[in-house]
Structures are given as structure tokens and as C-alpha cells.
């Protein structure tokens, strides 16, 4: 088992609760809408975590439809299929390296708070966009520091988030945030390269940022 599986496994119920805290659903519905999903479309999510995004996906994808969670930690991935919200016929999980996703030619690809943990962020994504047909579209969901005037006391806030919610704590709060930073930018220059139609749009204050594509 890898540092990240250990950690991530650990922390599964806690994840759970923050993805289902109120408000978060919103943030969802905009995530999955800027997929420009239709009746019928395959979509994969990489890193699903514990399935918290699939009920949005699954809607807009309907019973025809087929909604596809890869992660790495079984954890994750069993308190998904606990979840009947998250399951069904049209839901499929997979245990697997989400930077190395054992998928080909599918609608629509998510990912949510993921881009910041890899070692190589633009070489995720350009998987994810290789795992993508034609015309179709990937989405790149994160946390950031928020530009705002009133954000500085906020901000702090998020280097601590940062520093707990990832494996490999052992650098200073400080420099962990800014790797993670730096970690989703690579991430977004490369979706940027590599997709047309692109939207770029933050909520919740700032802290989050939403750059969508269409894979050309």
C-alpha cells in the first residue's frame, strides 16, 4: 500500500463529511454542468474519492448513460458503493492510479481537488485528455487562495487545509501550499494547451476554481 493509499484511507470518513457539508452541492451542479453532458455519455471521474460527485454526473448522463469513479484507495472507493445515492446499475468504480486511467474514448472527464497530489500534474492530464474523444470535454475542479482584498486571515486558513488534507505533510505549511499551487497550475496550463472552448470561473469566495475544455 502507497503513502497516499494509507493516508487517504484513513481519512475516507472525514472525507465523506466535508463532501456532503451544506453548500457543497451547488458547487457540484456547476462542476458537472460545465461538462456539457447529454443522455448517453460515458463520463469518468478521476480520483472520485467517495462517490460525491456521482449523483450529479449520473443525473445528467441518465439511465443510458454510464458514470465511471476511478480511484486508488479501496477505502474510498468501499465507502462509495456503501452510499446508495452513489451506486446503480449505470455506476461503475475502479481501483486504479488516476494518472493512469485504464480508459479510452470516453464523453466527458472530471477532476475534482486531485491535480495538487501528483508528482506530475501535466502529464494527469494529459492522460486524462488521451482518455477523452474528440469533441468532448475535461473539467478541472480545486481549491486556491482567493485574490480577494479581505481573503489574507482566509488564506492562511487554506495553507493549513492544504497541509492536511494531503500525504507528504513533512514540508512546512508554507511550502506545501505553494507546491500544491504550483502542482495546480501545471495542471491548468496543460488543459489549457491541450483543449478549445475553455471556460474558466471561481465561486465560494474565490477558493474555488473551475477551468473546463474541449479535448480539439
Known sequence: MTDAQSFYGRWARVYDWVASAPGVAAWRDRTADSLALAPGDTVVEMGCGTGANVPALRER????????????????LDRASSRPARTGESVHYVQADAARPPVRQCDAV???????????????VDAWCDSVAPGGRVALLNFQRSPG??????????????RLSAPGTR??????????????????????????????????????????????
Open 171 to 216: 514540508l512546512s505549511t508554507q511550502s506545501h501550499a505553494s507546491a500544491f499551487e504550483r502542482r495546480v497550475r501545471a495542471a491548468r496550463e496543460r488543459l489549457t494547451e491541450r483543449t478549445v472552448d475553455r471556460r474558466y470561473e471561481t465561486f465560494a469566495g474565490g477558493y474555488l476554481g473551475l477551468l473546463s475544455g474541449t479535448v480539439s
Open 149 to 162: 482584498a479581505l481573503a489574507a486571515p482566509l488564506n492562511l486558513v487554506f495553507e493549513g487545509f492544504v
Open 61 to 76: 448522463v441518465g439511465p443510458a448513460g454510464r458514470v465511471v469513479g476511478i480511484d486508488l484507495t479501496r477505502a474510498m
Open 110 to 124: 472530471l477532476a475534482t481537488f486531485v491535480a495538487g497530489i501528483f508528482e506530475d500534474p501535466a502529464a494527469a
